[in-house]
């Protein structure tokens, strides 16, 4: 009797836990959290940088998480290279719409980085399908503001 209620008061704690974890899972993120997401897409940071905003949104078989860096004008123009360098580089006329991402087998098809210009920034976009039936691709993008020193990271998992 004693070890079933022990069981029972640790499942609740298990519980508990993973419930405070997911409400303040925000708080948790840092800033070298930030930098081993942005470095994934082979986006350096040098010099020092400040977290803006951090925040993560979810409902059934969706998850979006996104922050926003202030960066160095620096930094900035280093991560504007890489994307205007990349060999896939589209320009501001290029539709979103026609990431070829879009048109392709999302659960099976290769990996993918497309690096374009919007309007309002520059964009790199990382694509890589699930491998399972039914189950989301991985979408990042990064997008660097032209009109100030930001950075935003978008996963999203729909």
Known sequence: ????????????????????WTIFEDQHFSKNNARELVEEQQ???VDKFDLEENKSTSAIGDYYYTFTLNISVKDKQSAILKIKSAKN??????????????????YFGPKAIHNYETQNSYV?????????EGYAPTVRR????KSENQLTFEDIDE
């Open 1 to 20: 009797m004693l070890l079933r209620k022990i069981f029972i008061g640790f499942d609740k704690l298990v519980v508990l836990t993973i419930v405070l």
């Open 43 to 45: 986006i350096l940071l």
């Open 89 to 106: 580089f589209k320009s501001q006329t290029y539709e979103k719409e026609s990431l070829p991402y879009q048109q392709q087998d999302i």
């Open 124 to 132: 790199r976009e990382y694509f890589q399908p699930s491998g399972q």
């Open 142 to 145: 990064i997008s660097i503001s």
